[in-house]
């Protein structure tokens, strides 16, 4: 594909957009923009100013141009989901927001699919079930909004039930949420991290009341955790690192099984504070 200069203008229900065709080549060939060019990548000859009138959403047409633009995905919440997915069809984009989108999929027994579920398209760190018909996901918090980085979505619909609040110094804060771990009393224990915000919270499964908030110290800063776990005698388990991938405290509570990035297993002496006591 040449050098691709030229500005395109479209007038998408009444409102005018311009772009360039390097950005709308971004939408590769099968795409509806896919038509604006000819068989070399050049656009299709036109008249001086013309535009392409496109009798659809405005709203949802900007965000799908940012898509093509940045490669991120970022749908305003005055943009309803159903219609959004409709557009992005209809032109061609689907695979590009799914590839973009940060949502969950969940499938019932026999494999198929529900609803997919996003938490305000924010980067989701960790999913988890209070039950068969409800899912928690905890996701990072959205510059300059107040509202919870935890969201109890339907696991049926994908429809939000609710949001837990966090609330520090008599106010709610924003925050961003990570691992999250539930035990048998019906406690959910959340790493949050935010503006004075840094440590764990303990929050009431059904009723959404926080409980509890174990802050971070220096010699154990919860806030970098990437898992923790609940097991029996002992309310948290233990932190996991940066240097590892993934891991599961056994049973008996003594050790951890772990993943390091190059997929190497292997064990912590959970009993031990020496980095160490693993094998």
């Given at each position: 594909?040449?050098m691709?200069?030229?500005?395109?203008?479209?007038?998408?229900?009444?409102?005018?957009?311009?772009?360039?065709?390097?950005?709308?080549?971004?939408?590769?060939?099968?795409?509806?923009?896919?038509?604006?060019?000819?068989?070399?990548?050049?656009?299709?000859?036109?008249?001086?100013?013309?535009?392409?009138?496109?009798?659809?959403?405005?709203?949802?047409?900007?965000?799908?141009?940012?898509?093509?633009?940045?490669g991120?995905?970022?749908?305003?919440?005055r943009?309803?989901?159903?219609?959004?997915?409709?557009?992005?069809?209809?032109?061609?984009?689907?695979?590009?927001?799914?590839?973009?989108?940060?949502?969950?999929?969940t499938?019932?027994?026999?494999?198929e699919?529900?609803?997919?579920?996003?938490?305000?398209?924010?980067?989701?760190?960790?999913?988890?079930?209070?039950?068969?018909?409800?899912?928690?996901?905890?996701?990072?918090?959205?510059?300059?909004?107040?509202?919870?980085?935890?969201?109890?979505?339907?696991?049926?619909?994908?429809?939000?039930?609710?949001?837990?609040?966090?609330?520090?110094?008599?106010?709610?804060?924003?925050?961003?949420?990570?691992?999250l771990?539930?035990?048998?009393?019906?406690?959910?224990?959340?790493?949050?991290?935010g503006?004075?915000?840094?440590?764990?919270?303990?929050?009431?499964?059904?009723?959404?009341?926080?409980?509890?908030?174990?802050h971070?110290?220096?010699?154990?800063?919860?806030?970098?955790a990437?898992?923790?776990?609940?097991?029996?005698?002992?309310?948290l388990?233990?932190?996991?690192?940066?240097?590892?991938?993934?891991?599961?405290?056994?049973?008996?509570?003594?050790?951890?099984?772990?993943?390091?990035?190059?997929?190497?297993?292997?064990?912590?002496?959970?009993?031990?504070?020496?980095?160490?006591?693993?094998?």
């Amino acid at each position: 594909m040449g050098m691709q200069t030229d500005k395109v203008r479209f007038n998408v229900g009444g409102k005018i957009f311009e772009t360039s065709a390097t950005t709308l080549s971004s939408a590769r060939r099968n795409s509806m923009f896919g038509a604006t060019f000819d068989d070399e990548w050049n656009l299709q000859p036109r008249q001086v100013n013309e535009e392409y009138f496109i009798d659809r959403n405005p709203n949802c047409f900007s965000v799908l141009l940012d898509l093509l633009r940045t490669g991120e995905l970022c749908v305003p919440p005055r943009v309803p989901d159903k219609l959004f997915y409709k557009e992005a069809l209809y032109y061609g984009l689907l695979d590009h927001v799914r590839a973009a989108s940060r949502i969950v999929r969940t499938y019932d027994w026999m494999l198929e699919e529900y609803p997919p579920i996003n938490f305000n398209y924010q980067k989701v760190n960790d999913v988890g079930w209070i039950d068969s018909d409800n899912i928690v996901i905890s996701a990072c918090e959205r510059s300059g909004r107040q509202d919870s980085g935890i969201g109890v979505f339907s696991s049926s619909s994908g429809n939000l039930k609710h949001t837990f609040q966090l609330n520090h110094e008599n106010q709610v804060k924003s925050f961003t949420v990570g691992a999250l771990s539930f035990n048998s009393d019906g406690k959910m224990f959340v790493v949050c991290r935010g503006t004075g915000i840094n440590g764990i919270g303990v929050w009431d499964q059904v009723t959404g009341e926080e409980t509890d908030f174990f802050h971070k110290t220096l010699r154990e800063p919860l806030c970098n955790a990437n898992k923790i776990q609940c097991f029996n005698g002992i309310k948290l388990g233990p932190r996991i690192n940066d240097n590892v991938q993934d891991g599961i405290a056994m049973e008996e509570g003594n050790s951890t099984c772990v993943v390091d990035p190059d997929e190497n297993l292997g064990f912590m002496d959970i009993r031990s504070t020496d980095a160490a006591a693993s094998r």
